[in-house]
């Protein structure tokens, strides 16, 4: 079955961290541009961050910029979310997608999503 499969979400103190991981199951993830999301129950989307598949350029929104890092192991077929530093507005569900690029709004696979709450 094609699908990426999420893990590592929780509920983690304030200054605490966690870290997500994201595997591609079917399909060859180093093709692939991997974006992380957030949302909250009724909110939008939100950009999280990005790497690109080329040249492992990565990219992050400005809310999570210095406390989130994003990586991937082609040979696990994983990209993970390191973050640190988590503040009880990082509180959302958490989503993976792949698509050709970063940035290119068109996402082919997508996580099932996994819970982030921080709270003391």
Same mark, same amino acid.
């Given at each position: !079955?094609? !699908?990426?499969? !999420?893990?590592?979400?929780?509920? @983690? $103190? %304030? *200054?605490?961290? =966690?870290?997500?991981?994201? @595997?591609?199951?079917?399909?060859? =993830? #180093?093709? +692939? ?5 957030? $949302?909250? %129950? *009724? ?10 598949? /080329?040249? &492992?350029?990565?990219? +992050?929104?400005? %809310? ?7 990586? /991937?192991? #082609?040979?696990? #077929?994983?990209?993970?979310? !390191?973050? #640190?530093? =988590?503040? %009880? ?15 290119? *709004? ?5 996580? $099932? &999503? ?7």
């Amino acid at each position: !079955q094609v !699908q990426l499969v !999420q893990s590592g979400g929780g509920l @983690v $103190q %304030p *200054g605490g961290s =966690l870290r997500l991981s994201c @595997v591609a199951s079917g399909f060859t =993830l #180093n093709y +692939y541009a991997i974006s992380w999301f957030r $949302q909250a %129950p *009724g909110k939008e989307r939100e950009d999280v961050s990005c790497i690109s598949s /080329r040249d &492992g350029s990565t990219y +992050y929104a400005g %809310p999570v910029k210095g406390r989130f890092t994003i990586s /991937r192991d #082609n040979a696990k #077929n994983t990209v993970y979310l !390191q973050m #640190n530093s =988590l503040k %009880p507005e990082d509180t959302f569900v958490y989503y993976c997608a792949a698509s050709s690029s970063c940035g290119s *709004g068109l996402y082919d696979y997508w996580g $099932q &999503g996994t819970q982030v709450t921080v709270s003391s």
